[in-house]
């Protein structure tokens, strides 16, 4: 089975804090993505990946960056944590265009 | 630009009756169509897609999902519902590429 696995399930920062919050999967996909997720918004695309060292901005990149050093892992960076960035984080992975996504258990982040 | 709209934040449905979760979208090219599926405290499961061919799918769970061209809508189904179905389900169009855009989801409610 694909494992995607977000580093930590909870995390609580303080405001202007820089943060970084990792994703690895385990299936050699090329296409890795990064949500967050806010009840009654859904799922929203932050930044996604379809090669390493290849990154493209999703709806809301603002606040923002990404890394991808390796086909296997995929970084999301809050430059400045800011109290709307409290939020739960959600990497995906997947292979192609039309395949479905695999996701992570997600990481709650909280910014105090 | 792409959207999708899941018009019931939450629908109730008493265990045994059928259910339906709506999803209506608008993305350009060929669609290819997803739903997934969140239990409490668990990341996004796959429950099935449309990408070409019958315009009936079937996927996990029992739950099957019909594409209508005309109307733009891929409504999620189960023709017998069950407590353990009770979840937030989300409706995921991608257009050309791989950006999936995910609905604000639906949180469905199956009383015993």
């Known amino acids: 089975d694909v494992k995607v696995t977000q580093s930590s399930r909870y995390l609580v920062k303080r405001t202007g804090e820089k943060v970084f919050l990792e994703c690895v999967q385990d299936m050699d996909h090329e296409n890795m993505f990064w949500y967050r997720q806010d009840p009654g918004l859904g799922l929203r695309l932050i930044y996604f990946?379809?090669?390493?060292?290849?990154?493209e901005k999703g709806d809301i990149p603002e606040g923002y960056s990404v890394s991808r050093e390796k086909k296997e892992r995929f970084s999301l960076i809050l430059e400045s944590a800011s109290t709307n960035q409290t939020s739960m984080y959600l990497c995906?992975?997947?292979?192609?265009?039309?395949?479905?996504?695999?996701f992570g258990q997600g990481t709650r982040l909280t910014v105090v | 630009a792409q959207s999708v709209a899941q018009p019931e934040d939450q629908v109730n449905v008493a265990e045994g009756n059928p259910l339906t979760v709506k999803c209506t979208y608008s993305?350009?090219?060929?669609?290819?169509l997803f739903w997934y599926v969140q239990y409490p405290n668990r990341g996004l499961q796959f429950l099935l897609k449309y990408i070409t061919g019958d315009n009936l799918v079937k996927g996990s769970y029992g739950f099957e999902a019909e594409f209508n061209k005309s109307q733009t809508s891929f409504h999620l189904k189960k023709p017998s519902a069950l407590v353990s179905d009770s979840a937030l389900y989300f409706c995921a169009p991608r257009g050309g590429g791989f950006k999936t855009i995910f609905g604000a989801g639906t949180r469905l409610f199956v009383k015993a």
């Open positions: 993305v350009s090219g060929n669609p290819y």
């Open positions: 995906a992975s997947s292979t192609g265009t039309t395949t479905e996504a695999f």
């Open positions: 990946s379809y090669d390493v060292k290849m990154k």
